[in-house]
């Protein structure tokens, strides 16, 4: 008896794959099949019991419909506590955001392949370029940046990289060459597994698109797992509980944020009302004093210096002592901005090039 059966999808008259061990199908013939020989199976009779991955689909996109009409809305808060707690958390989501996207400016940069046609993101640590833009930035996009040779596309990556396939030159070479081609198919393999008990695949009735929701984070997305490489899970029957990217938190995440919040509240009153209120307000003020006191020490001693640039036509910063540029707002002026600087070629001495800082003065 075969694990797997060969059938015929009417409707797409294409054949498909079926596991008898775990009842799914696939499009793709089965790796084994691949690896051991150009054979394939011979053509099982039609059985309802078998559905193609197309009948799988449209039954759970049917089912997703109808789970998603049957949903019951969030509920309002039901207390100004509850409120204030959701208004919190929205608002400390979105500074990390920012936080975040000023942390990626700083780490890639925005550039375009002429040959391509394209744009393309650089990883300056990583020195590593990718087609697509990073997750991190959102519905955000980094500006684009000036020309670098020394910052090639992903083309000319993959260009670098490629080489011709090594002939074996006896026949133990050739037996480690497929040993090794076997052991990479089992760790494949085993890889596939373990992303098929995280990740979940579902549909999303209202955008008509699919997304996969990864178990063990409570993390949705629309693009398909790496690890998957060119296999893809089966539908699965829309569950409220674990919503589509479009969706936005769900009652779960902020119930979490809310009993977080909440135990911390708790914590605090375990002291007397007079002493909790008096930590908070003695916290309040020394992050003021620090944020004031980094202020005036940016205002004494300028550590940026904001220019003018005419092709952008744009500001950015220049560290003065690490000599980086960046065209958003160093996070250390706050409020403030940095001076814009002057550029005076005559008064402008070899000491003050080289010493833009005036060290040699305060030692």
Not at 16 to 33: D, M, Q, S
Request: net charge negative; glycine share 4%.
């Amino acid at each position: 008896l075969f694990v797997y059966d060969k059938l015929l999808d009417d409707e797409s008259g294409m054949f498909y794959y079926f596991n008898n061990r775990i009842g799914e199908a696939e499009w793709v013939k089965p790796l084994p099949h691949v690896l051991f020989g150009d054979n394939d199976l011979p053509l099982a009779q039609p059985d309802a019991a078998k559905p193609s991955p197309r009948e799988v689909e449209e039954a759970a996109a049917a089912a997703s419909t109808e789970a998603a009409a049957e949903a019951t809305p969030a509920e309002a808060p039901k207390t100004d506590d509850e409120a204030a707690i959701r208004i919190q958390c929205m608002y400390r989501c979105w500074v990390a955001r920012e936080r975040v996207f000023q942390v990626a400016q700083t780490v890639y940069e925005k550039l375009y392949d002429d040959e391509h046609d394209q744009y393309y993101y650089f990883n300056n640590h990583e020195e590593a370029a990718q087609w697509h833009k990073p997750k991190f930035l959102g519905s955000r996009d980094l500006s684009l940046g000036l020309p670098d040779a020394s910052k090639p596309s992903p083309r000319t990556a993959l260009v670098v990289a490629k080489r011709t396939p090594r002939m074996p030159e006896s026949p133990e070479e050739a037996a480690l060459i497929i040993q090794c081609m076997y052991r990479c198919w089992v760790a494949r393999k085993r890889t596939f597994d373990q992303c098929h008990l995280m990740w979940r695949k579902f549909y999303d009735a209202d955008e008509g698109h699919f997304y996969y929701f990864n178990v063990t984070s409570n993390s949705a997305q629309w693009e398909k797992p790496n690890c998957l490489n060119n296999y893809d899970l089966p539908l699965s029957t829309y569950d409220p509980e674990r919503p589509s990217p479009r969706t936005p938190r769900g009652m779960e995440t902020i119930s979490a944020a809310a009993m977080k919040a909440a135990k911390r509240f708790a914590a605090m009153h375990v002291l007397d009302r007079e002493d909790a209120a008096a930590i908070d307000v003695q916290r309040t003020v020394r992050g003021r004093r620090a944020r004031l006191r980094c202020h005036r020490l940016a205002q004494k001693f300028p550590l940026y210096e904001k220019h003018w640039d005419d092709e952008m036509s744009a500001w950015f910063y220049c560290n003065l002592r690490t000599g980086g540029t960046s065209w958003a707002k160093p996070f250390l002026l706050g409020r403030l901005d940095a001076p814009e600087a002057t550029y005076d070629d005559e008064s402008l001495s070899l000491e003050e090039e080289t010493d833009p800082l005036n060290m040699s003065a305060m030692d």
